[in-house]
């Protein structure tokens, strides 16, 4: 892991580059999880494009920073990412979940120039179910479950993958993972999605009951150069579950916008 320090303290990313061509795409993850999710993107796709993955403060091996919810943490989130994009070059942004409200927040208020921007199962708005957030509060284990249920994270995922997330959620803890998912609670971009000046592809797994088709459709209807697709047999975490084709609708977007 290579390291990048800003604001007082350290981001950690990893970067995988086997010969591809262009600027690098730049991961972001999602709430409770690390730059591991990218794994069938930095070990398959950096062969076609050099792929960097980060850990968020406060996940992984990256350093944390005290902030309310909401705004505030999405901003420093947006932070991480900047500095990474900043130390690395990086062109296109790949958001899942949080990671794609926080792509958003970049784009939308940030003065840097980004080539692409892909929202994978995430969503202009991201209200989280009343339940969840109480379990995240005072029965972690139950919420890490819920979340790992059917249809939810995976739809119909290798058993490994499962304990990868599973034990990656634990290992940031619930105070962080919290954090993410009440901040995800707070986030609505929908009014400024005419904002995204960059070209953009909204693509989900089409089983993903957390940030659901629908959401995509809205982004794509709303960002003004913005094109769909779906990851059958895929769920929310696409990018791990089913990541040849996840991967495909990646370079078949980046190859169509020339970016």
Same mark, same amino acid.
């Given at each position: 892991?290579?390291?990048?320090?800003?604001?007082?303290?350290?981001?950690? /990313?990893?970067?995988?580059? *086997?010969?591809?061509?262009?600027?690098?795409?730049?991961?972001?993850?999602?709430?409770?999880?690390?730059?591991?999710?990218?794994?069938?993107?930095?070990?398959?796709?950096?062969?076609? *494009?050099?792929?960097?993955?980060?850990?968020?403060?406060?996940?992984?091996?990256?350093?944390?920073?005290?902030?309310?919810?909401?705004?505030?943490?999405?901003?420093? /989130?947006?932070? #991480?990412?900047?500095?990474?994009?900043?130390?690395?070059?990086? @062109?296109?942004?790949?958001?899942?979940?949080?990671?794609?409200?926080?792509? %958003?927040?970049?784009?939308?208020?940030? =003065?840097?120039?980004? &080539?692409?921007?892909?929202?994978? @199962?995430? @969503?202009?708005?991201? $209200?989280?179910?009343? =339940? %969840?957030?109480?379990? !995240?509060?005072?029965?972690? &284990?139950?919420?890490?479950?819920? %979340?790992?249920?059917?249809?939810? %994270?995976?739809?119909?995922?290798?058993? *490994? /993958?499962?304990?990868?997330?599973?034990?990656?959620?634990?290992?940031?803890?619930?105070?962080?993972?919290?954090?993410?998912?009440?901040?995800?609670?707070?986030?609505?971009? *929908? #009014?400024? !999605?005419? #904002?995204?000046?960059?070209?953009?592809?909204?693509?989900? @797994?089409?089983? =993903?009951?957390?940030? $659901? $088709?629908? /959401?995509?459709?809205?982004?794509?209807?709303?960002?003004?150069?913005?094109?769909?697709?779906?990851?059958?047999?895929?769920?929310?975490?696409?990018?791990?579950?089913? $990541?040849?084709?996840?991967?495909?609708?990646?370079? &078949?977007?980046? #190859?169509?916008?020339?970016?």
């Amino acid at each position: 892991m290579q390291r990048v320090t800003h604001h007082g303290r350290a981001t950690a /990313y990893r970067v995988a580059d *086997r010969g591809g061509e262009g600027s690098p795409l730049l991961a972001v993850h999602g709430s409770g999880g690390t730059h591991e999710v990218w794994k069938g993107q930095l070990g398959r796709l950096a062969g076609r *494009r050099p792929v960097v993955a980060l850990d968020l403060s406060g996940h992984g091996e990256s350093e944390d920073f005290e902030a309310d919810h909401g705004w505030e943490t999405l901003s420093a /989130y947006a932070d #991480d990412v900047l500095a990474v994009a900043e130390e690395t070059d990086a @062109g296109v942004l790949v958001g899942n979940s949080l990671g794609g409200a926080v792509a %958003l927040q970049l784009v939308i208020e940030r =003065d840097h120039d980004f &080539d692409g921007l892909v929202l994978a @199962g995430t @969503g202009a708005k991201l $209200p989280v179910l009343d =339940d %969840l957030l109480r379990w !995240l509060d005072s029965d972690f &284990d139950r919420a890490v479950e819920f %979340l790992h249920g059917e249809d939810r %994270l995976f739809h119909d995922a290798d058993s *490994r /993958y499962i304990q990868l997330s599973t034990e990656a959620m634990k290992e940031v803890g619930r105070r962080v993972t919290r954090r993410d998912f009440e901040s995800c609670h707070a986030f609505d971009v *929908r #009014d400024r !999605l005419g #904002d995204v000046d960059v070209p953009a592809l909204a693509v989900v @797994g089409e089983h =993903d009951h957390l940030t $659901p $088709p629908a /959401y995509h459709e809205e982004l794509a209807d709303g960002i003004p150069d913005c094109e769909y697709a779906e990851v059958r047999g895929a769920a929310h975490l696409a990018m791990l579950e089913e $990541p040849e084709g996840f991967n495909a609708a990646i370079m &078949d977007f980046l #190859d169509a916008a020339d970016v």
